[in-house]
């Protein structure tokens, strides 16, 4: 969502802060725009569309006026108002002294306003961020004190927010605040740096302070002070940034998706490092801190979580009940919240989460906390506001994901979650069987079959093309696939905009049936297993309605090879771990329908890598 960068030090702030925008792309925008204090006057750029129309925009301007040392940034993904140049950040008070950039949602933001405007104050955009522009300035009006309006104006707000205030008054300073949005402070040499998230400035400085809610920061060149909710002055907790600047390169890849697609292979073997030394050694898995005991109460798991991370918990429901016996509800946070949940002490509670700093899944945890549930956090940000929530954190160690479609973290969300079933199943006794010893066996080669399909993708190259062109698509798995069904169509319509809609195959014939003809390939993945049988009655069905049907199948025999148009063939892998094979193929299919009709593959319209708004 919306993307913060703020600079303050010796450097042209113009230039950081729009590489630093640059980095923060992938979180997903809709317009741009710029504050800069020189010559004690706040020149304010902004621009609908992608940065290049404000680097257009700035680059007819005087030098004089950019040459600045301070300055705020923002891409802004709209909440309130069209992303039109009214509404983009920053937004300033009536006499432009002050200027703000914000990301969240200010909720009583309609409460605020008609007080503000009896004051005198004129709105000039439809946006929730233009009144805390003007509630700011109105306190700076009484205490001339940057920090001090910041701090009494966030007493008055409701809802999520994490910003940055500049005055042209007193150029040495920015200050920040957050609330439930995310905002770091980047420690330099006589010079600081504030941002949304690490890409923006990990080229300057690998030290950061994580802003915790509730506290306000007064940012200068040579000192970071930050303040807690009573206004008192805390110490500074600097930490190292987690990672490098390469993990922001494409690496020869013509997208970071495609990039990320075929990093699956190594995220894989890093997730299994010193946890499965081979099929006869139990799991290690240190993150968990719940006693054999603690764990051997748990009569109950409650996953929670969003869009692809919500798709690899319902697979995680099929290895937990499986393998534990413990009974498992897998829902989307956003369901989860605002009702009363049964859990208690014996619940076990896993948000999944890439980012770790989703909106509705940090509210579903907090409600899940309340309840004195072990909660216990799969997630590719150890850095993000929901690892620290977590009594128990299992990094999934993906590596920064900048594609906005999800394709590592969810191979390693998987990866995760048959870690912590079989440590379960294991630490419980609830299955001291083959099953454990193959599923280990099975994921320990997983590396290699999923290099089988990554190198050699022509035959999905080939039928992406062919099927390009269709306006709609449904996917059909049963059991452990039904998840993968749901993400496959998942991916293909969040990049491509085609319509497609994952369903139990079984499910076809209660409803969506009626749509099949010429017009509507059926994809249906199928492994040999227990519902192979049925998926392929299923996609007689669907061919008999005249449905272009393709099989994703790790087998298939001479009697049914006529009754698919286009098949994938993976390599041989059993039922239970391979939604972690077929996931790769539907990936690559999405990627090059995308690819092929010239769509916007890494930063699809409309969508945020991490929606930070409820
Ligand atoms: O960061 P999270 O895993 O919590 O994000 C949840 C969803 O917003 C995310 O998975 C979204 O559906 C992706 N764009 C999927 O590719």
Redesign the pocket.
Known sequence: MCGIVGYIGKKRAVDVILKGLSYLEYRGYDSAGIALISDNTAHIYKAPGKLSNLKEILSLEKEENINANIGIGHTRWATHGLPTEINAHPHHCNCGSLTIVHNGIIENYKDLKPDLEKKGCKFLSQTDTEVAAHLIAHEFADTKDLLKAVQNAVKKLKGAYAFCVTHKSMPDRIIAARKNAPLIIGVGEGENFIASDIPAIIEYTKKAIYLSDNQVAEIKTDSIKIYDENDNLIANKVENLPFEPIALSKMGYKHFMLKEIHEQPDVVRNILIDKIKSEDLAVVLDDVKLSKEELTKINRIQII?????LHAGLVGKYIFEELTGIPVDVEASSEYIYRNTIADKNTLVIG???????AD?ITAIKQAKEKNSHILIITNRKDSAMARLADSLLPINAGIEVS???TK?YMAQLLSLYLLAIYTAENIGAKENNLVKEIKKELLTLPSKLETILNDTKNIENIAKKYSSFKNFIFIARGINYPTALEGA??LK?ISYINATGYPAGELKHGPIAMLDETMPVLAVLNKGIVYDKVLSNCEEAKARQAKLIGVTNFIDEKHKNLFDDTVIIPEIPDIVSPALNIVVLQLLAYHISEYLGKDVDQPRN?A???TVE
């Open positions: 979580a969003c869009g692809t991370s999944i989460s890439q980012s770790g700093e989703t899944t906005v479609a999800a973290s998942l991916k969040e969508l890598k991490s929606v």
